[in-house]
């Protein structure tokens, strides 16, 4: 589960680089979202179409292509693996629309089926075995040979599964026995506590293979600060200016991507390097909104900024 951007705090911007921006278009209404990448280049998201609705997007060759729905009028693409299978979200038609987690397989649409006693599903993330981790029920889940299975929590009664590496970790947040959300990481059938980085909050959203985390955390004096774990320690990544900041995704050799704000309601992508390194991507632009959801190992970032006010699913590199 997502946190909102607007729990960050204001920031002034350090280090700029120069980045070229791509708009990828739409599907005809005039707003859209890119989520994820894969080392191929491929991005997925969501973007709205000419009759107002929301329907998922896989970008390739230059090309924006609608995924559809399951019959509703919503579906969100929310990861792409680099065998160009996408997971993601769709909704049932009805009064009452129910969502249920979906992989776009090369021109095929796959419900997932979702946990015994559940009526709604959404899928965040795939690897290239095609394992998908999301939520049934509102209980982080994988899905395995298309089959879900709970992952559990870490004592409370709720959990969200945002990401899985090609190796099968999988990253999240779940609330713990005190009632407190914190980051987790499943491996070998256990969910490990990342902690914070000193107050009550975690989330964690991207993982690769060396099993390095990103994600925020809440600080001893409440602010918001990205995160990097790994084997045990959880680092703080910095923010501008003594700000805020996410940390969205990291790629298999480390590079990091996210966004904080850099000004007066301002949202720039950052970057942080292979020395985690800051770098504020937005300041090249001057875009008023930025913030970047993907990243792969060559350092393109896929995300979003607004342009006059409108949502863009963008490409930096």
């Known amino acids: 589960m997502k946190l909102a951007l607007g729990l960050l705090l204001a920031l002034a911007p350090t280090l700029a680089q120069a980045t070229q921006a791509k708009d990828l278009g739409d599907l005809g209404g005039g707003q859209s979202f890119a989520r994820s990448l894969n080392e191929g280049g491929l991005i997925v998201g969501d973007s709205r179409t000419s009759s107002g609705e929301t329907h998922a997007f896989l970008y390739s060759n230059n090309q924006i292509v609608d995924l559809g729905t399951i019959g509703g009028n919503y579906s969100s693409a929310n990861a792409v693996s680099n065998r160009g299978q996408v997971a993601g979200t769709s909704y049932l038609p009805g009064a009452q629309p129910e969502p249920r987690a979906v992989i776009w397989d090369h021109g095929q649409t796959i419900i997932l089926p979702h946990l015994n006693g559940s009526s709604n599903s959404q899928a965040n993330g795939i690897n290239d075995a095609e394992h998908v981790v999301g939520s049934s029920g ?5 899905w ?3 089959q879900p299975r709970s992952l559990g929590t ?10 899985i590496s090609q190796n099968g970790l999988v990253v999240g947040n779940s609330v713990t026995a005190q009632g407190q959300w914190h980051a987790f990481l ?3 059938n256990q969910m490990i506590d990342l902690g914070t980085l000193g107050g009550s909050t975690s989330a964690a959203y991207g993982v690769n ?5 990103v994600g925020s955390s809440e600080t001893a004096n409440g602010s918001v600060h990205a995160f990097v774990w790994e084997n045990g320690v959880m680092q703080d990544l910095g923010t501008i200016n003594n700000g ?3 940390a969205q995704a ?8 996210g966004q904080g704000l850099v000004g007066n309601n301002v949202v720039h992508t950052l970057k942080w390097d292979w020395n985690s390194q800051l770098i504020d991507i937005g300041a090249a632009t001057n875009d008023e909104y930025s913030a970047g959801f993907g990243i792969n190992n060559s350092g393109k970032i896929a995300g979003i900024r607004y342009v006059n006010g409108t949502a863009r699913a963008t490409l930096w590199e």
């Open 186 to 188: 499943y491996r070998n």
């Open 144 to 146: 395995e040979n298309r």
């Open 250 to 257: 990291i790629s298999a050799g480390g590079l990091i991507a």
């Open 138 to 142: 509102n209980v982080a889940t994988i």
């Open 244 to 246: 805020s900041s996410i």
């Open 154 to 163: 870490l004592g409370g009664s709720n959990s969200y599964a945002n990401a």
């Open 209 to 213: 293979d060396r099993g390095q985390v």
